[in-house]
């Protein structure tokens, strides 16, 4: 099969566009390279784009993404670690400010976890990286007489703060967290509704995001 068709129409659509209104932007940063402020962690999920959702520019965001936003803990071994080597680029050559970690409603991932009648088994690459979840599900609890939507956004928040608190067992997060020159957040995005909320640190709870919002 040929390259999609969709893609072509798209980058035409782009280069009549948002390229030619960034062209020296882009020549920019080219030449000085790359200095994003932020660092986003998300899911591949096709509906929770951040650079959609927070209207980014070319060099704003430096982006990480897999199946369910999550970060493994800090493991010095010899596998290969993606998110850590995202992480490690961003906090030790980029040096961002902030990492953001943007969950999601309608999380495929956080469904094969929760649901043992999916079509996923714990042998399966997806089984066994959704093992990373296996905290924040103990924290959860049984799902009891809560609805199902109900619960699996439970499980989406709280394998959110799983993750914040997993990006704290890097040694070099932790150093520049406590030297306050790099702040973690949690994000949730509610696919249908388009509404973002922002994890307040001090609650836990996600405060939706209007234009009144303070952030805190
Ligand atoms: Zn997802």
């Not at 030619?20 to 080219?30: G, M, P, T």
């Not at 400010?97 to 999916?118: K, M, N, T």
């Not at 905290?135 to 007489?145: E, F, L, S, T």
């Amino acid at each position: 099969m040929p390259f999609p068709q969709r893609l072509i129409d798209g980058y035409n659509a782009f280069r009549a566009g948002r390229l030619k209104a960034e062209q020296n932007r882009y020549r920019e940063l080219a030449e000085s390279g790359q200095s994003p402020q932020v660092m986003v962690i998300g899911c591949s999920d096709s509906r929770v784009s951040p650079e959609v959702i927070f209207d980014a520019r070319p060099g704003e965001l430096f982006v990480v993404r897999n199946v369910a936003n999550l970060v493994p803990p800090y493991a010095p071994d010899d596998a290969y670690h993606g998110v850590s080597a995202a992480l490690e680029f961003a906090t030790g050559a980029l040096k961002v400010r902030h990492i953001v970690v943007l969950g999601h409603a309608q999380c495929g991932g956080v469904q094969a976890f929760a649901e043992p009648s999916a079509p996923i088994s714990t042998t399966d690459f997806i089984g066994k990286w959704m093992t990373l979840m296996a905290p924040a599900a103990d924290k959860v609890g049984a799902r009891g007489d809560l609805p199902r939507a109900d619960y699996l956004e439970r499980m989406e928040k709280a394998s959110i703060a799983n993750s914040l608190a997993n990006l704290l067992t890097f040694p070099r997060v932790q150093y520049l967290v406590g030297a306050d020159e790099l702040s973690l957040h949690g994000a949730y995005f509610g696919v249908a509704t388009g509404q973002l909320s922002v994890r307040d640190p001090r609650s836990g709870d996600f405060l939706a995001v209007d234009a009144n919002f303070i952030a805190r």
